[in-house]
């Protein structure tokens, strides 16, 4: 509570003075009137028309000065009204040049200073302002929100004090001297002027007073307090609906005595009937996020971005929210607003990209990608996102070229080593993807992902004892790898050596990803290798189940329905596993399989023995990969 007080005893006291209520000469020197209460310009005193001519000369001299202090006063109040307040500090030291006893422009000089946060400045000169007028208000308020703020608070009493014997009706003073004896924590006293102003008829605001008389009893704590603080807020909110603060003050006291959503259902009823609210929406907006509500979340965000002076970051939380919702669209249509007032912002850039390749709209999402630059601690995902889309575009080469200009730019970046190895690959080019690993292998010798592709390298090169010991090197350095788990396991499998570990590396595997088609089918595909036809065609199903467009699983399952003689549906899984063959070697040996096995369908149907039944099988196919 001490901060917003001390904020707002010196925001009203400047603002006050702002707008002086003088509008003739007093003994402080006061001919000014603030253009922001009275617009009339009446002329001073001292430009009335002289009573004979021997005084004209004089009175010449006298309207030159009083015409140019007038024009530099009219100044400083243009200038600080536009919030330009250092130049209308120095209209309104121009001011004091031609009338140094004027009060009202010290005064107004010291709110200028209050503006910048000068408040030694401002203390000088509203003390001056005063010393010329000991009978302002306006002088004292601000003197005592000066000390106030400085955290003199004796001082501050004082010339509140001041300003109720000069005018006991007045209703400012009352409100700063309860703030002052709130901040010094004599809470008696605090409560006798907030409640003085509150029963009080002329005073305009009662509802601050119930709402100061609440954030006291709520400072002080405890059962009773906290009661009687949420009274004067309900108090304060019958003065007055609409009163966010009240609504906001009365929303954290329910839900510090666990009444969460009773202060919830105040939030909404409030938005409803009196808002909308920026405070109120700030709060809503976090309510319904944490409730994964983004719908009702965006609508809150949506009433910040109207009334927010940082609509800016308002605007780029909608987009997530938006993003969130699925509403690719609209989030693209307001990260091209935000790009319009920030156009080199590479996480603006970066979000509108991946909006882009969620929209499915790859051309644009690697146009975006690729405008993020190096510097950004987005580049290097930008890139890998770029790469994949080209990729996926069939553009390799154009991938490649990225991805080899972005290993000059950041080097240090083992992603992308194994991404350029995995474009080579894809090419065919087999030695260029392994000394790309190698370069960075040897930069990054413990990086796992790299020594995994390398082990991958030499198994497209048939060098399957480097494959065994590379991908041991890897579960050496992540015992969880479930890649180097499966790919060592597999190995083993199409080997058909050291079945009984690579059954225990599967089962591994399997413990970290349960439903991983690949790993399931390495796991069918062992039980397979070691005789276990039955349990493999389970594990071998279920990974058709969750990979059906993979062509190697559909061939395992059908050469295990075919070893227990169950002969139609090893027919019906070779023909899926080569509607997806990704060869034309593939595609040969499987239409190979399925004629053998025609062959076979018609023997049996002729009363000969299957060929299973001597321990025959259909022919394998060597060295598969994954």
Known sequence: MSRRLEILMVLVCFGAVGCSHTTSRTEGGGYYQSAAVDDGNRAPASLQPPANAAQIDDRVDQVSTRTRADYHYAMGEALSFDGQHQKAIEAFKTVLVYDNQAAAVHLRLAAEYVKLGMLSESLESAQTASNLDPKSEDALLLLGGLYSTLKDYDKAVDFYKKVLELNPDNTEAPMYLG?????????????????????????????????????????????????????????????????????????????????????VTLYKNFQRDQGPSEKIAEILSQVY????????????????????????????????????LKRYPQAADKLFEVLRQVPDSDKIRFYLAAVFEEMGEADKAIEHFKKVPPGSSFY??????????????????????????????????????????????????????ESVLNDGLAQFPENVQLNFFLGTVYDRKGQKDKVITQMRKVINMDPQHVQGLNYLAFTFAELGDNLEE??????????LEPKDGFILDTYGWILFKRGNWSEAISYLERAHQAQPRESIIAEHLGDAYFKGQMIEKARMMYERALEYADSKTRARELTQKISALEIQYQVRADGRQPASVDGERLPMKPNLEK
């Open 179 to 263: 703030a002052v004896y709130a901040e010094k924590k004599d809470y008696p006293k605090a409560v006798k002027y907030f409640e003085s102003l509150a029963k009080n008829e002329d005073y305009a605001t009662p509802h601050m007073a119930y709402y100061y008389l609440g954030r006291i009893r709520t400072d002080q704590g405890g059962d009773a307090n906290l009661k009687f603080a949420a009274k004067a807020y309900r108090n304060a909110l019958e003065k007055k609906p609409d009163h966010a603060d009240s609504v906001l003050a009365l929303g954290q006291l329910l839900n510090k005595q666990g009444k969460v959503m009773e202060a």
């Open 502 to 511: 690579a059954e225990d590396l599967a089962q591994r595997a399997i413990d």
């Open 380 to 433: 290097s995902e930008s890139v890998i996102h770029a790469a994949y889309l080209l990729k996926t575009k069939r553009k390799t080469d154009e991938a490649i070229t990225l991805v080899d200009a972005a290993l000059k730019q950041k080097s240090d970046v083992p992603q992308f080593y194994s991404l350029a190895a995995t474009l080579y690959d894809e090419k065919g080019d087999v030695a260029k993807s």
């Open 289 to 324: 996020m944490e409730q994964d509500d983004f719908a009702n979340a965006l609508e809150q965000f949506e009433i910040i971005e109207k009334r927010s002076d940082d609509a800016l970051s308002v605007k780029v939380r909608i987009a997530l929210m938006l993003i969130e």
